[in-house]
């Protein structure tokens, strides 16, 4: 005995299938774009900070192994692994940018502290230093790194490029604002201007009165204890 199909069951199961494909497909598109964006801050950080943040090696592959599956319909399967997915993303997002926001906010302090002194000795651009502590605080990488056409691999290599530049930048500007004072100071006054309190019995006699007849005088008088 044959049976008739329903055309219309038919139809409403097909239109389920793609509700349901569509559905998984935008969470995993997510979850693809905060992988991707992870990966390159990590290597904006290797750039700028000098610092390899540590994540989760198999997060990438296991997006990755979800998409292929979607790609081969198993839509049961990329249901089960989506929950444990979204977490293993979702942490190694948050500890990559965690890392990033301590970072940042010592170099914006150290950047701050490098204005108010440059306001006393006027050597480095007040622009350039304004532009450094602007990108530290707003943290507005991607207009940098991302175009139109590059795949990841090339992304990678802008993320790293712009930190190494912006590396640069800061130590140019560490070399314009430091590199006047005597090398016997040269290192404490930095270290004063990263708010570290300096020892008077550490210091020698000689490093005393540099330290004392150089433009940083009443800043000492603030940050030596």
């Given at each position: ?111 701050a502290a490098m204005r108010r002194l440059n306001r006393k ?57 430091f590199g006047a004072y005597p090398e016997e100071i040269r ?10 309190r300096l020892s008077y019995d550490d210091l020698s006699q ?20």
């Amino acid at each position: 005995m044959s049976t008739e199909t329903d055309p219309l069951h038919d139809q409403l199961l097909d239109v389920q299938e793609e509700h349901r494909r569509r559905h998984l497909s935008d969470e995993l598109d997510e979850l693809s774009e905060t992988m991707e964006e992870t990966i390159l801050q990590r290597h904006l950080a290797k750039g700028f900070f000098k610092e390899e943040i540590t994540i989760d090696s198999k997060a990438k592959t296991r997006v990755q192994d979800v998409l292929d599956l979607l790609e081969n319909e198993e839509y049961e399967k990329v249901e089960t692994q989506l929950n444990g997915l979204e977490e293993t993303v979702e942490t190694a997002a948050t500890t990559v940018e965690n890392r990033i926001q301590e970072l940042r906010l010592k170099h914006n302090s150290t950047v701050a502290a490098m204005r108010r002194l440059n306001r006393k000795v006027e050597r480095v651009n007040e622009t350039r230093l304004e532009a450094l502590e602007e990108l530290l605080g707003d943290w507005r990488w991607k207009a940098h790194v991302y175009d139109n056409e590059s795949g990841l691999s090339t992304l990678k290599q802008n993320a790293n490029q712009y930190g190494k530049e912006m590396r640069d930048a800061f130590e140019d500007m560490k070399d314009e604002l430091f590199g006047a004072y005597p090398e016997e100071i040269r290192n404490l006054v930095f270290r004063m201007i990263e708010d570290e309190r300096l020892s008077y019995d550490d210091l020698s006699q000689n490093q005393r009165q540099e330290l004392a007849n150089s433009d940083v005088s009443e800043y000492i008088e603030l940050t030596l204890s």
